[in-house]
């Protein structure tokens, strides 16, 4: 591995002499563009090559001199020049011209020798470090404008130094984001149900499959090897919705993934608070001990985020970094896995948000703060997802306000995304690519809906607007335990084995037959172990012995 970078650093290198040598400028950087491996581009008078490939997510500000892991530095722009410190030339940049090439946010302190100064415009990622009135500091997680020193359980730790206790005057800059991002004030209203995804009689809409070069394929995500090829996952409540309570030591180990419901956003707080309140039915240091317990034997603890009732605002950056800061202290203090979006309020698309370039604060924040908490937490840390129906394949109909609402977010994340089992229940019929409506609760249903994630889809029926499929291991889907656990949806054991079958086997196959076996699916999921356990888990035991066949 360390060979392969070698070699591509010098041809990254040789890449940006030849295209100085040639007097040619490459093309300026831009947010929103999806730039392959050895791509050239001009920022900020230099030139960068790209590392490896990725997308520039907009909102980010992923630029090419705030993150090293994705852009090297390979020279200066001949469409820019840089500014020198002074007329008589010297064998090597002085701090002063380096300070001088590109302008910053002013800070009163004197930049370290060889540690860049904090620039409160520029995006920071976990490991990066920067020198601030003397001292030296080390971005924990993602980061911007966050002042460092400022608050010990920010996201900067101190390296060496003494952190001043004065606060220096930031000068804005031209390049500088503003501080806050529009807020969308009205989603526009559908005013009639779209037919093609909630009526049987409706005219089939007939798509064409999304071409493999549509979009690259998601990159594998480090640390999934940690899972068995196949899981089960379950919520766990610690609230008693008619189904009980039980202690987290007592799930059974064929759930191998848990999520812990609900983390929700605290109405009473600044926006973007997260907060997660143990029922007081349980006894907090119980429930620390039993998630390391359950971690000891190999089953992954994360929190879900959301919920039915669970809504959390973040509509501005100031609500994105609250959120970074108090789920990322909820992780930290239990340990958890990773994190589970389960939300189910609060998100609607406009007429502008690209799936690939939203533009709503509400879907580019989540990103955004998702991104951070797991370069905050690492490799390790996984991100999984449980959208309604309406908010993912109902993209297929119709696009626009909740119908395909979460798809900006999964290919936002589609690189980090572990794992995404749409709830296939508390829904109606839906079209499929086939055509035809199919009915939840049903075989085929199961069958159509998980394999459209898996070949992809056209939004709206237009073929110009494919979203892309996930990798099988990303995928899976979700249903309630038992008949109460749910407004409908319930299919039982034989029959969703049937539906394994015919996804992962081509066998047992009803009216909807994939076009091809896809044995990787990741798993199945379940509303709720508190459901499962009124009938002796039969749903986890079942299906956990099924993938084992």
């Not at 040619?24 to 730039?35: D, K, N, P, R, S």
């Not at 020049?81 to 380096?98: D, E, G, K």
Request: proline share 7%; hydrophobic share 40%.
């Amino acid at each position: 591995m360390a060979q392969s970078r070698s070699n591509l650093t010098r041809l990254a290198t040789l890449l940006g002499g030849l295209l100085l040598a040639a007097g040619v400028h490459a093309a300026a950087w831009q947010e929103g563009t999806t730039y392959q491996a050895n791509t050239v581009v001009d920022y900020n008078g230099k030139t960068y090559t790209a590392l490896v490939t990725h997308t520039a997510y907009v909102g980010a500000n992923w630029n090419p001199a705030a993150t090293p892991t994705l852009w090297k530095e390979t020279g200066t722009s001949s469409a820019t020049p840089i500014p020198t410190a002074s007329a008589t030339p010297t064998s090597a940049p002085t701090a002063t011209a380096a300070a001088t090439a590109t302008p910053t946010s002013a800070v009163t302190a004197t930049p370290i020798s060889g540690v860049p100064a904090w620039n409160s415009a520029t995006v920071y990622n976990g490991g990066q470090r920067i020198s601030y009135n003397g001292a030296i500091y080390e971005a924990k997680w993602w980061t911007q404008g966050n002042v460092p020193g400022a608050d010990q359980w920010g996201p900067w730790a101190l390296v060496s130094g003494t952190p001043a206790t004065a606060t220096p005057t930031i000068a804005p800059t031209a390049t500088q984001k503003p501080t806050a991002t529009p807020v969308v004030t009205a989603t526009p209203v559908v005013t009639a149900t779209p037919t093609a995804v909630v009526t049987p009689s409706a005219t089939p809409v007939v798509t064409a499959t999304p071409t493999a070069s549509a979009t690259p394929s998601p990159t594998p995500v480090q640390g999934t090897d940690l899972l068995p090829k196949h899981v089960v996952v379950g919520y766990w409540h610690n609230f008693d919705n008619g189904s009980g309570v039980i202690r987290l030591k007592d799930v059974p180990a064929e759930y191998n993934i848990i999520n812990v419901s609900f983390a929700e956003g605290d109405q009473t707080a600044a926006k973007g608070t997260a907060a997660f309140v143990l029922d007081k039915l349980f006894n907090e240091a119980e429930f620390m001990a039993d998630i390391k317990l359950k971690q000891s034997q190999g089953v992954k603890v994360q929190i879900s985020l959301g919920g039915a009732n669970g809504v959390i605002v973040l509509d501005s950056p100031a609500a994105r970094d609250q959120f970074i800061k108090t789920m990322g202290d909820i992780i930290a203090k239990y340990g958890f896995d990773g994190i589970d979006l389960d939300m189910e309020n609060n998100l609607s698309i406009t007429a502008n948000d690209d799936f690939r370039n939203p533009v709503t604060p509400q879907i580019v924040n989540i990103i955004a703060g998702t991104k951070a908490l797991k370069a905050r937490f690492g490799d390790k840390f996984m991100v999984t997802m449980a959208p309604e129906v309406n908010y993912v394949q109902g993209g297929l109909g119709f696009y626009g306000g909740t119908w395909g609402g979460y798809l900006p977010i999964i290919y936002g994340l589609r690189n980090e995304l572990t794992m995404l089992h749409v709830q296939h229940y508390n829904t109606g019929s839906i079209g499929a690519t086939d055509g035809k409506q199919y009915s939840q609760g049903t075989m085929d249903f199961q069958v159509a809906m998980t394999d459209m994630l898996l070949t992809g889809f056209n939004l709206g029926g237009d073929v110009n607007k494919p979203f892309p499929a996930l990798r099988p291991d990303q995928v899976g889907f979700g249903l309630p335990a038992t008949t109460s656990a749910a407004g409908g949806g319930y299919l039982s054991v034989a029959e969703t084995q049937k539906a394994l079958d015919c996804l992962m086997k081509l066998q047992n196959c009803g009216t909807y037959k994939p076009a091809k076996a896809q044995p990787d699916l990741r798993g199945i999921m379940t509303w709720s172990i508190n459901w499962d356990s009124k009938q002796a888990y039969q749903f986890a035991k079942s299906h956990s012995a099924y993938f084992k066949k």
